[in-house]
């Protein structure tokens, strides 16, 4: 009496790994992760930066170093400085060359 019984599981292990090499696969006998997936995918970065236009932003200080002549107020700038004395009124500003911290931890 004869068992049917399919091939061995050497040989089918065998032709895997044939396959594998034929096909450019990945042999992976064991189903351990290797990441392969995930490496085959395209990569996003390229369609990400097609997405976006090219622009540059211009700012205000560029056209006043531009076009002087037109006597443009960056109001950002302004605050800034506007800020800047108010801190200096009140003693917040920052110290003279040569009179910050460490030069005071030095007298000590």
Do not use: H, W
């Not at 061995?8 to 189903?31: E, R």
């Not at 392969?36 to 097609?50: A, D, E, W």
Request: aromatic share 4%; glycine share 8%.
């Amino acid at each position: 009496m004869s068992l049917a019984s399919g091939p061995a599981a050497s040989k089918l292990a065998m032709l895997n790994k044939l396959s594998c090499a034929i096909f450019g696969n990945v042999y992976n006998p064991q189903g351990i992760r290797t990441g392969n997936k995930i490496l085959r995918q395209r990569l996003v970065g390229p369609t990400i930066n097609s997405y976006y236009p090219n622009v540059k932003q211009i700012k205000v200080r560029e056209i006043t170093r531009m076009v002087p002549e037109m006597n443009l107020v960056d109001l950002d700038e302004k605050t800034r400085l506007d800020s800047l004395a108010e801190r200096k009124k009140r003693g917040k500003g920052p110290p003279k060359k040569g009179q910050g911290r460490r030069s005071t931890l030095k007298k000590k």
